[in-house]
């Protein structure tokens, strides 16, 4: 069958069952499969396609009518121009998350540091830091051994091990070491508004590093008291926060020896990342 042809079939197909990006996710796979760009993919329309590979597309795309995401189907995910790893022991990286990692590159440009990053995920914060603070190292932690073994894979791929560990630990059982910096991108969505997620999401991503607690500061609370016993005076805590949280995390930084020295709000103006100093 002539590519263009699949595409659009299975752009249809994807419409069909109200996946709004069903053009993007149909090219994205297709191209995964074939091994070539997108751009490949608009200047060769009219090259046909073996029943192996139209096989392959179609088992992808019946994978994410039943709302797969195209990260997972794919493996991978692009975060700060590199594809990371992903499988469902991870969380698909965020465009907004990205926010992060410029205000961190920004204000250590040029230095050596030691960084802590909680709830490392996929390691896509940690080792965008690095790939940029070629001086610098660090450990992420997480409390799920499978998603460790993704970061190394990450960090290995990227050749970043010598500088940076990747431990299966829950924060509250490090006591000792002094960072620089602690960035996190905690769980931080409320009980009750979990089951308003996308199928997407709710049926595939790692509940437990989506549920916040009752009120979504469940985890919030716990890396930032624990980043005023790990952070060196002066450290800087870089958070990730959700929608609407911004006014009670800023009161908790205060009432645990932070102060507040920057944040950064998403395209809809939410303040989605908070950067505060230990005094």
Known sequence: MILENKIQKASELLKDHNIVSHRLDAEILLSNIIGVNREFLIG?????????NIDKFDKAINRRINREPVAYIV???????????????????????????????NFFKNKKIKIMDIGTGSGCILLSILKELKFSKGIGIDISPEAIKVAIYNARKMNLLDRS???????????????????SNPPYIPLKDLKNLSKDIINHEPLIALNGGIDGLDLIKKVIYKSNLLLKKGGLLVIEIGNRQYKKVSDILKQNGFREKDKECDFKDNVRCIISTKM
Do not use: M, Q
């Open 165 to 183: 560990i990747f431990k299966a630990i829950d924060v509250d059982k490090i006591y000792t070491g002094k960072y620089d910096l602690i960035v």
């Open 44 to 52: 060769n329309g009219s090259h046909n396609l073996s029943k192996k």
């Open 75 to 105: 493996g991978k995910k692009e975060f700060w121009s590199c594809d990371f790893v992903v499988t469902e022991d991870t969380l698909v990286p965020r465009p907004e998350t990205e926010l992060l990692i410029y205000k961190v590159v």
